[in-house]
T-cell receptor, first 113, second 111 residues
Framework: NAGVTQTPKFQVLKTGQSMTLQCAQDMNHNSMYWYRQDPGMGLRLIYYSASEGTTDKGEVPNGYNVSRLNKREFSLRLESAAPSQTSVYFC????????????FGPGTRLTVL | KQEVTQIPAALSVPEGENLVLNCSFTDSAIYNLQWFRQDPGKGLTSLLLIQSSQREQTSGRLNASLDKSSGRSTLYIAASQPGDSATYLCAVSNAGNMLTFGGGTRLMVKP
């Protein structure tokens, strides 16, 4: 049982480049989330998907787009990367929104030069 | 806006000590509170989840309590071990499905 998997583990981009972070879960969870973790700022929610086919903005959505491809997969896209998006990105999933334990992936360390 | 604070930010104790980590939150209208552990360079591992109607949860040497009315939670670790060294994060879930995290307590247990 792999849980929540994320690819890639590390990525370096130049300002203005685009990329997609991939996330998949094998726990048949309905809800999925994208967070970023920055020193001194803690973990902040970027976007979430309460169920397949729906997405909603979190606390810091600017500069990002998401796609809930199917129940298993939830991707995060940076269309034009900026140095302020240098961070560690975590994907998480839970059985249902709001009331259940969230399970986290191992993270993607992104550096934007 | 919900704010979550964890005190202390860092803690160093000798092996075998019992210790308490504190978490406070400003908006008591929460669905639940979760405690996580994060090892350096790794993701978060869920330790305990307390629903808003509960007062405490226990798992092995860990016990978490919740006082929703005063906006406080504590994580008690009994008989600490070097393997407990990690950053401990608390997070609260409000309406709208958002988890708000505290800044964490970095724990070092010395052999």
């Amino acid at each position: 049982n792999a849980g929540v998997t994320q690819t890639p583990k590390f990525q370096v981009l130049k300002t203005g480049q685009s990329m997609t972070l991939q996330c998949a879960q094998d726990m048949n969870h309905n809800s999925m989330y994208w967070y970023r973790q920055d020193p001194g700022m803690g973990l902040r929610l970027i976007y979430y998907s309460a169920s397949e086919g729906t997405t909603d903005k979190g606390e810091v959505p600017n500069g990002y787009n998401v796609s809930r491809l199917n129940k298993r997969e939830f991707s995060l896209r940076l269309e034009s990367a900026a140095p302020s998006q240098t961070s560690v990105y975590f994907c998480a999933s839970s059985a249902d929104k709001g009331t259940d334990t969230q399970y986290f992936g191992p993270g993607t360390r992104l550096t934007v030069l | 806006k919900q704010e979550v604070t964890q005190i202390p930010a860092a803690l160093s104790v000798p092996e075998g000590e019992n210790l308490v980590l504190n978490c406070s939150f400003t908006d008591s209208a929460i669905y639940n509170l979760q405690w996580f552990r994060q090892d350096p360079g790794k993701g978060l591992t869920s330790l305990l989840l307390i629903q808003s109607s509960q007062r405490e949860q226990t798992s092995g040497r860990l016990n978490a309590s919740l006082d929703k009315s005063s906006g406080r939670s504590t994580l008690y670790i009994a008989a600490s071990q070097p393997g407990d060294s990690a950053t401990y994060l608390c997070a609260v879930s409000n309406a709208g499905n958002m988890l708000t995290f505290g800044g964490g307590t970095r724990l070092m247990v010395k052999p």
